[in-house]
């Protein structure tokens, strides 16, 4: 194994345990923020370190060390301990799994060799999520049935009867595409992706296959059980439903599950339907000959950026109480920003005048299509908790009409047409 | 025969476009999203009291606070001690002890007049109760901070310190 392959591998999986277990602090924060300003009130914004509230991103860290340190209690007639302590790190574990299927930009040519960013460069692809996303769900069952209590239950029948359900829609909606792409594996999928119809239009799945699109999407809804299609937790009529039972870190585990399966399955809605790690209308190869280009228009754009987020930041980050160590937040926010615009300008002012060696300019390309995908990907969860905050739950018959007399036929009508059209089309 | 006047209510949900979901919740979407717009671009917009800073302004002469003893015109205590009060209370969080006035006012006055408000369910019985307007609850405090469970026993001396809130009418 040589140095560059184990560099690129422990640079994989670190940024799958970044992405996954560090993104969820920022999405409990995005969940929060936009639920408030959603409904007209403030959300989480007290919170600081030093008067650095970062827009209240520091409750999500203050919570989760609560829970870290909370004492971990049992209750006294839980019969199964064993699978009620197992119960929280599967849906824990399976969700990273999934997230590490994804890939985050295209393969890394360094003198000559190929390498794939991915955590897991295995050729099962899309079906390895289809099978771990799956199984996950057991989680939520072995804990609604280990805590010996109805209502856990009856939240663990309803997590498996809707993903029992939900899961053939996702598989259907997942052959379309395979038929499409003629292929299982994520990463050739997304660079059939770059392509452009038509000559101008990138060539996303959304707009080949928008029906597949719906449907995935509703499914992995219901997959992930958030709203409108959590009947699991169904706070409102079963308690908490499966994790009634559960507290600290126990808890704590089923929560991070639930925001990494959401961020998991966003990573593969985008990596489907919405390009994936590509740049609208810039492929791999654009980028690589056109790097100088680019490389000047962030220049020129970044600070443009900059600019304007400041202007926002000092309008609306202010404290009501003067003289309050929370109104020195902008000033400080503004240095490292301004520090981050410097640094990065001069790095690659250097690369463009100095460095521009072809592994350089595949690594900064790499760099670029990950960029791009993080903005996709938080964009797509921020889509599910706009949805969230949006729709009311849905009842759970009207979630299985949905389900077996709409989505399921609409997805095997979907599955011939597709098919025909490619047979017609490439014969 | 007199005709009997029947109202036709429209039933919904029987148009293609309503069974489609998806056209109803892009326009719910739509509508949520103007709203995080909205206040995305101006906190300002928020509908929000930014409560220690900022105190509530909607505190009505009705609204039921902390309890107050009120005085008589000389400044001595107005209650007479009848236990009037602390027989309506349905939490029973009021507890007087008392003892004969000897400067001619009246015959009864209170020892101690202590109330629990740990218990207090703040209904306002006691206040309805009382025969001499003595006991009210118009101090307008709504918020009672303590460090210790005896600090939430309001005693005589600290019942007869609340006044009336500033902006409400005797």
């Known amino acids: 194994m040589s140095g560059v392959l184990l560099f690129v591998v422990i640079v994989n999986i670190l940024v799958v345990i970044i992405l996954s277990l560090g993104g969820v602090p920022v999405l409990v924060w995005l969940e929060r923020r936009v639920a408030g300003f959603i409904q007209d009130r403030s959300g989480p914004n007290r919170c600081h370190i030093g008067g650095i509230r970062l827009g209240g991103l ?15 209690l049992l209750p006294a007639h839980v019969k199964n301990r064993f699978y009620f302590s197992l119960a929280p790190t599967i849906v824990l574990f399976c969700s990273i799994l999934t997230f590490s299927i994804i890939p985050f930009a295209d393969n890394l040519v360094i003198d000559g060799k190929s390498y794939s960013l991915q955590a897991l460069p295995m050729s099962l692809g899309i079906i390895w999520f289809l099978a771990i996303a799956g199984l996950s769900v057991y989680g939520i ?43 299982v594996s994520l990463n050739t999928m997304v660079q059939e992706q770059s392509k452009l119809i038509f000559g101008f239009i990138p060539a996303w799945g959304i707009l080949l296959q928008p029906i597949a699109a719906i449907t995935f999407i509703v499914a992995a809804f219901a997959e992930t059980n958030r709203t409108p299609f959590d009947l699991a937790e169904g706070e409102s009529e079963i308690v908490g439903g499966f994790h009634t039972e559960y507290g600290a870190m126990k808890f704590g585990l089923f929560f991070v599950g639930e925001y990494v399966a959401m961020s998991a399955s966003s990573g593969v809605i985008v990596a489907l339907f919405f390009g994936g790690y590509n740049i609208p209308w810039l492929s791999t190869e654009t980028i690589k000959l056109n790097i100088s280009v680019i490389s000047y228009v962030i220049i020129f754009l970044l600070p443009l950026f900059s600019y304007f987020f400041i202007k ?31 640094v990065l300008i001069i790095s690659l002012l250097y690369f463009n005048l100095l460095l521009k060696t072809p592994n350089v300019i595949s690594v900064l390309t790499a760099l670029l299509q990950f960029g791009s995908f993080v903005i996709k990907l938080f964009m797509m969860n921020l889509v599910y908790i706009w949805v969230r905050w949006t729709l009311p739950r849905f009842r759970y018959d009207q979630l299985q009409t949905l389900c077996w007399k709409y989505l399921l036929p609409l997805s095997i009508a979907n599955i011939f047409v597709t098919a025909i059209a490619v047979v017609w089309i490439s014969a | 025969m007199k005709e009997i006047k029947i109202k036709k209510i429209p039933r919904n949900g029987d148009t293609l476009k309503e069974k489609l ?32 800073e900022e105190k509530p302004k909607d505190i009505t002469s009705r609204y039921r606070g902390v309890h107050r003893l009120t005085h008589r015109d000389d400044g001595s205590i107005r209650c ?51 025969p001499c307007d003595a006991i009210r609850m118009d101090s307008g405090i709504f918020s009672f901070i303590g460090k210790k469970r005896e600090d939430f026993i309001l005693t005589k001396e600290r019942l007869l310190k609340n006044t009336i809130a500033k902006d409400f009418n005797d």
Request: hydrophobic share 40%.
């Open chain 1, 141 to 183: 069952i072995l804990a609604g049935w280990s805590s010996d209590n109805k209502y856990s239950l009856l939240g663990g029948l309803r997590a498996s009867a809707s993903t029992i359900s939900y899961e053939p829609i996702m598989a259907l909606s997942v052959v379309t595409m395979i038929v499409l792409y003629g292929s």
């Open chain 1, 58 to 72: 520091i409750q999500s860290f203050a919570d989760m060390l609560k829970l870290v340190f909370k004492e971990d």
């Open chain 2, 80 to 130: 007479v001690a009848c236990f009037m009060c602390a027989t309506a209370c349905p939490a029973e969080c009021i507890f007087i002890e008392a003892k004969e006035r000897t400067d001619g006012v009246d015959e009864k006055m209170p020892k101690r007049f202590d109330i629990d408000l740990l218990e207090c369910v703040f209904c306002g019985e006691c206040v309805e109760a009382c």
């Open chain 2, 21 to 52: 979901y998806l056209p109803a919740i892009f326009e719910g979407m739509k509508v949520t999203f103007s709203h995080f717009i909205k206040n995305l671009k101006d906190t300002d917009n928020l509908r929000v009291i930014w409560y220690p």
């Open chain 1, 312 to 342: 926002w930041m000092y309008k609306n980050n202010r404290w009501k109480r003067k003289n309050d160590i929370r109104n020195k937040e902008s000033k400080v926010l503004t240095k490292g920003i301004v520090g981050f615009n410097i």
